[in-house]
């Protein structure tokens, strides 16, 4: 089975229509006000409307009030959910549409655990654990620490077009996420890495 790829952080129309020309799976936007990658609903609005087919929208939350949720699923043709904060998961279901639930990996996480307490999840994204950070720390985290669940993976945490293939053959995830690591700037991603790693993905 082919790894798919997500891209995070998206703050331009010209990242986003590159990144799905290389052939990204899904776009992922920010809607966590303390982020450098945050976008507002009318952002992202002009970022992803009239986009190619087949391309899901990811849509970022931090511990978001449910009305502002609500605002950018009326707003948006979003496909997924992301949650990245200490979301329940009573929280997480109450918007009826798939989700992700964020595991911010560190000692004594115990991921079957949480794959039987975030039952109705779509998927375990994986970062790493920074304290005081929800995410985007561009750094990675020790993968032996990762066991079978029956839920599907998707690895973050400073994946770069280096360590990718590596990440894919010892993790084996259903997808790879990335955003630091296709950037020229926080927010502004780099054509040339985007382009390296979905190469990367493919043929490693």
């Known amino acids: 089975m082919r790894t798919r790829v997500k891209i995070c952080g998206i703050t331009r129309r010209q990242d986003a229509e590159f990144a799905i020309e290389m052939g990204a799976d899904a776009l992922g936007l920010v809607f966590y006000p303390s982020s450098p990658r945050a976008v507002t609903v009318a952002q992202a609005e002009q970022i992803v409307e009239g ?23 009326q707003s948006l043709p979003i496909s997924v959910l992301q949650f990245h904060g200490d979301e329940s998961p009573e929280y997480c279901e109450q918007f009826g549409m798939p989700y992700m639930k964020v595991i911010r990996m560190r ?25 005081g950070v929800p995410g985007g720390t561009g750094q990675t985290f020790d993968w032996s620490m990762i066991n079978q ?6 690895l973050a945490g400073g994946l770069t077009v280096e360590n990718v293939t590596k990440a894919i053959k010892q993790v084996q995830p259903y997808a790879v996420d990335i955003s630091g690591g296709v950037e020229q700037a926080k927010g502004i991603k780099d054509q040339q890495k985007i382009r390296a790693f979905m190469q990367e993905v493919v043929n490693g």
């Open 51 to 73: 986009l190619a087919p087949f391309v899901a929208v990811v849509a970022l939350f931090v511990d978001a009030k449910p009305e502002h949720v609500y605002l950018c699923l």
């Open 107 to 131: 000692d004594g996480i115990n991921l079957a655990e949480m794959a039987t307490r975030y039952t109705s999840a779509s998927a375990l994204l994986l970062d790493s654990y920074k304290a």
């Open 149 to 154: 669940v029956d839920k599907p993976i998707i």
